[in-house]
């Protein structure tokens, strides 16, 4: 069974930086985050793949940076001029190359002043 380690989240105020690590029990094709708010939905944040190539949803661009160490297997999301719409949980998402897919538990990051 695939286990995904997240870093702790935190309060951070608005116009600060964050950053997630995610660690993989074992190399995994594409490692992502995806975020929930209260009262939303879960909705996709940023991916990478493991050759090469990364994603971003529309409303972090620009500020938020994913990254990727194929040896530690861990995927990192850098997270800057953060706003009080960030405010969320954050879920780390790995999939395997046969398309299986593997959820961390989620890690709180609230942005308030």
């Known amino acids: 069974q695939v286990q995904l380690v997240e870093s702790e989240g935190g309060l951070v105020q608005p116009g600060g930086s964050l950053t997630l690590s995610c660690a993989a029990s074992?190399?995994?094709?594409?490692m992502a985050w995806y975020r929930q708010a209260p009262g939303n939905e879960r909705e996709f944040v940023a991916s990478s793949f493991r050759f090469g190539g990364t994603s971003y949803a529309d409303s972090v661009k620009g500020r938020f940076t994913i990254s990727r160490d194929n040896v530690l297997n861990t995927v990192y999301l850098q997270m800057n001029s953060l706003k009080s719409e960030d405010t969320a949980i954050y879920y780390c998402?790995?999939?395997?190359?046969?398309?299986?897919?593997?959820w961390g538990k989620g890690t709180l990051v609230t942005v308030s002043s």
């Open positions: 074992e190399t995994m094709f594409v």
């Open positions: 998402h790995a999939r395997r190359e046969n398309n299986i897919d593997y």
